[in-house]
């Protein structure tokens, strides 16, 4: 029974259960040769009780991740880096083209539409949320393929 319950004792921190966001049209934007980097794009949904801290992105396909947004600045749309963003339980956040998205610096390989990739969320409590996203081509196709689109 001792050797048993030593067996049991946890080895680390280990979730339980998955942090309660649902992803929603996740999807990368597909490049031309040579470009180095690209843009992710998703719906995200809190549906626990608690807020929820996003703190980083990574991707299997790119070096590095950033959460930007985009904000017109004297005329011009330039983009930000976002250290972090809470969302609070109940709330729709929507990384879409012109506003907030992941920016993907150094892919891999060249992103072709039709493709998964994966993207991931890093929260403030050191778990990760990771959704598949497809290489689609920017603009209109992105937006006809979404169904959920409230413009
Ligand atoms: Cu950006």
Known sequence: MA????????LGVAAEQDPPLEFENAWVRAMP???PNSAGYFT????GDDAIAIVGASSNVAEKVELHTTREVDGLMRMKKLKGLAIAPGE???FAPGGKHLMLFGLAFRLVPGDDV???LQLATNEEVC?????????????SADHQHHH
């Open 3 to 10: 050797a048993l319950a030593l067996g049991l004792l946890p």
């Open 33 to 35: 040769p040579f470009q």
């Open 44 to 47: 995200v949904t809190n549906r």
């Open 92 to 94: 729709r956040v929507e």
């Open 118 to 120: 994966q993207i991931c």
């Open 131 to 143: 959704t598949d996203a497809e290489v689609r081509m920017s603009g209109e196709s992105s937006d």
